[in-house]
């Protein structure tokens, strides 16, 4: 004969809805105890911040760059645009000095079909893992900047990842070490702290192609607009 | 007042990808399209004698497609790294599903052409002859009893289902051509919702054309009885009623996407100058327009023209021409664009492999004509009648 069911009553179920709401709130805390931690102890940003007014197109990064990362000939990891701007004697010259962006939302990245290009989760700088890439070439093509190329020596894709051999170890980048105007500031972007932080602080930075939203990580400060993307006026033009 | 800008120093990043891609990238939409086309025409006739050219658009497409990824391979850098597509799957990139779209596309094919020429294999190897070894050889299992309706009836439900998971697959390898390059949101010229659109134009136009031509070459070569080559030239007059709406399809979407450009910002219009006036003008207003797609227009325009099979191949060879120039300027167009400076990019030549892409290509041909002549693509009673 089946027992017949208890009718509950106020104090039943005060005390199952107590219990309930505990087990859920315990729940909610464990749950959440590793992303509040996160917060914290925010993972590292890597960025970058270049005053172009600083720079002197010294060429010291190109060539920094090449020597530490064994760049073959006629590939550049870093290099320096160069405009004139203006007519005789109203003259003025800009220079750009350029790299991976190592973008928070990186094209390369989302469309590498073997996940070759991937990212450090604990300072956000994209590396490309030679042992898987296929040399697709796709994120060449997916690069919005022009950063990457394929490393004829290994034939697989090849970019800036900040110097990691050198960043890892607490050494500043190549091109940062050897920048003789100081004009490339590199750090931490999460720690207030960093010379990268401070930099930027009482400034206002741009960012290339910031139309298309990769978030990227090097920022620029006294940047000339003219410089600052690829110039399809002239073309129209005819020129 | 906008000051002058000389430029000083700056980087040719040339164009990454080239024509072997290009080429990729037109024969899977041509694949995809004569599939298409072939199997919705079935879907609409619902004949029997309209089957050997139902096969001429499920085996050729087939024979595109396990050739094709040669293009690719030979394109990597590491082509020997070729099949780690397939394990180290990266879920945001279009390509990691098309490597699986083409694959499962071509074993779709496969299986769909095995089942249309299965009941004219099982008579041809039952009557031996020169080819009979062949035809058991691709009949595994026991080679089954009754005539060719038997067969064609304990057969038909497996077979209809193929053709359903082809044409699926079919459609979906066009929409990830489509969405590949409007993936790239740096190419202003490729990262348009019209690429989808542009894909199927073509794709449709170049199944139709490729099934008028590979259609009469088959006639040509294969000695078709004259009851069996009448209707077949009726449905093939119908292919190029589709090949001249689909050639009007193509204009409109081009058209469409070249409007869209003029409002895309200064790089939407140099995208568009430079099929217009560019260094792309050429290929695009004597290759793409007046010979892919004027000429074919006018000569599918009358019942009269579209009967004669040397007119209506005509047609289809400049039609393919129109969708091979069309595919190959929007990608190389595309990554012509500079990136960071003023100048257009160039392709470095690569002289070995535009020999391998051509030699393959040739090859490709070659074995479409020689299935012509070994595999069964006549209706048993129309050969054994016509024997």
Known sequence: MPKPEKPLDRRGFLRKAGASLSVLGAGVVLFQAPTLAGAAGRPKKYGMVIDCNRCTDCQGCTIACISENNVPDGHY??????????????????????????????????????????????????????????????????????????????????????????????????????????????GDLNDPQSPVSVYMADKSTQRLRADLDTKPKVHYVHADEAIMGPDYNLLLAGR | MEQSVQ?????????????????????????????????????????????????????QPFIILALVPLFLIADLGHPERFYTMFYNWHWTSPVAYGVYIITFCMISYAIHSYYLFRPELIIRARQGGAWSGLYRLLLPGKTEDGDRNEILARQRRRERAW???????????????????????????????????????????????????????????????????????????????????????????????LVLLQYTGTGGRLASYLFMEGPRSFQFWFWQVAVGLALPFLLTLYRGLREKPLIA??????????????????????????????????????????????????????VFLATYRILPYENAEVSEGGA
């Open chain 1, 77 to 186: 990891r870093s290099w320096v645009k160069c405009i004139e701007k203006g007519e005789y004697p109203n003259l003025s010259t800009h220079f750009l000095p350029r790299l991976c962006n190592n973008c928070e939302d990186a094209p390369c990245l989302n469309l590498c079909p073997t996940g070759a290009t991937y990212r450090t989760p604990q300072d956000g700088v994209v590396h490309v893992n030679r042992d898987v890439c296929v040399g697709c070439r796709i994120c060449v093509e997916a690069c919005p900047y022009g950063s990457r190329f394929v490393n004829p020596l290994t034939n697989t894709a090849d970019k800036c990842d900040f110097c990691y051999h050198r960043i890892t170890r607490g050494l500043e980048p190549a091109c940062v070490d050897a920048c003789t105007g100081r004009a490339r500031i590199f």
């Open chain 2, 7 to 59: 430029y000083i120093y700056w980087i040719q990043h040339g164009v990454p990808l080239g024509y072997l891609i290009g080429w990729y990238l037109w024969l899977i939409s041509l694949a995809e399209g004569t599939h298409i086309v072939a199997h919705l025409s079935w879907l609409y006739y619902r004949s029997e004698d309209y089957r050997p050219l139902e096969k001429v658009g499920t085996f």
């Open chain 2, 163 to 257: 053709a359903g998971v082809s044409l699926a697959f079919s459609f979906l390898g066009l929409i990830y051509l489509g969405i590949l390059l409007s993936s790239f949101k740096g190419r202003v010229m490729w990262s348009s919702s019209m690429m989808v659109f542009i894909f199927g134009a073509v794709g449709i136009t170049g199944g139709s054309a490729f099934l008028i031509l590979l259609s009469n070459l088959k006639n040509l070569l294969s000695k078709t009885a004259d009851e069996a080559l009448r209707p077949q030239q009726r449905y093939l007059a119908d292919f190029g009623v589709i090949l001249k709406y689909s050639l009007l399809a193509q204009a409109a979407v081009w058209f469409v996407y």
């Open chain 2, 313 to 366: 191949s005509l047609a289809a060879v400049a039609a393919l021409a129109g969708t091979l120039s069309g595919i190959i300027n929007i990608f190389m167009g595309g990554q012509s664009l500079p990136m960071t400076n003023f100048r257009w990019e160039h392709l470095a030549p690569e002289p070995g492999k535009m020999i391998f892409g051509i030699v393959t290509m040739a090859v490709m041909f070659l």
